[in-house]
């Protein structure tokens, strides 16, 4: 299965109600309000997340298997927990980032 669950947006503007992920420097706001799914990302200079991600819109799909997401693909981001209950993944795709979530449940 793999379902639509967000689209991240690269943003240099401070906006309302952003969260921090201080392992990765950087900002986050918009998903658990926006009735499309946008999350607006804003980084610190710091920030450990690849420069692709840093510039370029990804979109995210929740999925039921993350390793067979992942295989024969080029992963850019390994798979991690940013989250109690959540792991996620990204490829790039054709030259664009791509997100895979797997939730625990």
Request: hydrophobic share 35%; charged share 30%.
């Amino acid at each position: 299965m793999r379902k639509y669950h967000h689209i991240g947006i690269p943003t240099e503007i401070p906006r309302e109600n952003e969260s921090y992920h201080e392992g990765m420097k950087f900002y986050h706001s918009g998903f658990e309000s926006s009735p499309y799914g946008v999350e607006w990302m804003r980084f610190e200079r710091e920030s450990t997340v690849p420069e692709l991600v840093r510039t370029v819109a990804h979109v995210a799909f929740e999925v039921d298997d993350l390793e067979a997401e992942l295989e024969g693909r080029q992963v850019l981001i390994e798979p991690n927990s940013p989250s109690e209950g959540v792991t996620v993944a990204f490829i790039v795709d054709d030259g664009a980032p791509v997100e895979f979530l797997r939730f625990d449940r």
